[in-house]
Nanobody, 111 residues
Framework: QVQLVESGGGLVQAGGSLRLSCTAS????????MAWHRQAPGKQRELVAS???????NYLASAMGRFTMSRDNAKNTVYLQMNNLKPEDTAVYYC?????WGKGTLVTVSS
């Protein structure tokens, strides 16, 4: 059984920052590809960032240069640092690994 628990969402003004966390149990974040997805109201879920076990990170084009995905193996946690947030970043952000989803954390960016 794998559990992914996200935290760190909230309300922020445009241009602000948030750091999302995803703590895993039942799976080591260092040995599987981990990813952040998001789903905005009325839109399909999309991949925002992913990190392979080797540490290679890929980003959604609109997130590149603003978002940074990282991990702390000792805490078995991955992070998504989001800077210069825009209203279009408003969404529920989900942590994902190989068929397992977290419940999500809501990020709301006001203009």
């Amino acid at each position: 059984q794998v559990q992914l628990v996200e935290s760190g969402g909230g309300l922020v003004q445009a241009g602000g920052s948030l750091r999302l966390s995803c703590t895993a149990s039942g799976r080591m974040v260092s040995t599987y590809t981990m990813a952040w997805h998001r789903q905005a109201p009325g839109k399909q879920r999309e991949l925002v960032a992913s990190m392979t076990s080797g540490g290679t990170v890929n980003y959604l084009a609109s997130a590149m240069g603003r978002f940074t995905m990282s991990r702390d193996n000792a805490k078995n946690t991955v992070y998504l640092q989001m800077n210069n947030l825009k209203p279009e970043d408003t969404a529920v952000y989900y942590c994902y690994t190989a068929g397992w989803w977290g419940k999500g954390t809501l990020v709301t960016v006001s203009s």
